[in-house]
């Protein structure tokens, strides 16, 4: 089996900009697109370890326009995404292949599923950020004053974006930061290999600066140019969200399992944010590949 953990590759699109990309696990095995959070980067596929080669599974990460190595695109809106997913996957001789995204990473992935639904042989969300004007109830503070000022107050989309490059900067503040959070997610972030690739990874988010974090922002603000319940109900659609997350709460998760048409919800009591993508894996990947 080819085996690949290339972590720095750029493909150049149609329209001349570079798309970066990571290739992790198996390279014949069945491939998966990983949609990174946010910030975050392609780098994220490192969280998935020996994962994707035990279930010979060949991970493609991408960097969204303007992170990462991936040339930022003015003015580009969510539904603009599968075109970029297409083409990337034309050139690796892909023609059905699976879409993953975690939190922020998420509304990507369900685009995909609307709008190249007969590319893609099922589409998988975890923790997945909803829509702006759903329910913040059970988000941290932090997070309901970014989604606000995102939607209200625009013009300190920067400020935000400055302060969280900073934050990625500083080891002890990442460190603090973490013990705020819930149980299941504060155990993970005490491995010190996991906490280091989280950091790693978003702070290659800010490799070319702030612009790309920034327009992020504001299409979580904007409407998604789509309707869930559009989405085709031949496509399967799977979600793992935990109860215990207060990045995205698990209401957004349940709110968009009832509207996609063909959607199986899994929800998990004793679970964070991160620590469902974690400690499934096993089960995400074998779900995805089946």
């Known amino acids: ?15 001349g900009r570079k798309l970066g990309y990571a290739e992790y696990g198996d390279l ?5 697109f990983h949609f990174h959070g946010h910030p975050g980067s392609r ?3 490192r969280l998935f370890g020996e994962k994707p080669k035990k279930h010979g599974v060949h991970v ?3 960097d969204r326009p303007g992170v990462g190595l991936s040339d930022f695109k003015p003015k580009r809106k969510l539904i603009d995404w599968p075109d970029d997913v297409i083409e990337l996957a034309y050139h690796l001789g892909l023609n059905k292949f699976v879409v993953e995204g975690i939190s922020g990473g998420g509304p990507y992935a369900a685009v995909c599923a609307y709008k190249i639904p007969e590319s893609l042989s099922c ?11 759903w329910s913040r109830k059970g988000m941290m503070k932090s ?3 970014s989604f606000f000022i995102s939607r209200r107050l625009p013009f300190l989309i920067k400020t935000i974006a400055k302060a969280e490059k900073k ?10 930061f973490a013990e705020t959070l819930p149980e299941p997610d504060r155990i993970l972030f005490q491995d010190p290999q996991i906490l280091n690739i989280f950091i790693e990874e978003t702070k290659e988010a800010f490799r070319s600066g702030l612009d790309g974090v920034i327009l992020e922002e504001k299409i979580y603000a904007r409407p998604w140019g789509f309707d869930l319940k559009d989405i085709p109900s031949d496509l399967q659609v799977y979600i793992w969200h935990g109860e ?11 709110k968009m399992s009832e509207l996609i048409p063909n959607c199986q919800g899994n929800f998990f009591p004793n679970e964070g944010h991160i620590s469902v993508a974690y400690n499934h894996l096993d089960e995400i990947l074998g779900t995805l590949k089946s």
């Open 1 to 15: 089996m080819g085996e690949s953990n290339k972590e720095n590759q750029i493909f150049k699109l149609q329209d």
């Open 28 to 32: 014949d095995g069945k491939p998966i």
């Open 43 to 45: 780098l994220e596929g």
């Open 60 to 62: 493609i990460s991408v």
């Open 123 to 133: 589409c998988g969300i975890i923790s997945g950020i909803g829509l702006n004007n």
């Open 143 to 145: 997070n309901r004053i």
């Open 167 to 176: 934050m990625f900067e500083d080891q002890k503040s990442i460190e603090d």
């Open 244 to 254: 215990m997350d207060v990045f995205v709460p698990s209401s957004m998760g349940r």
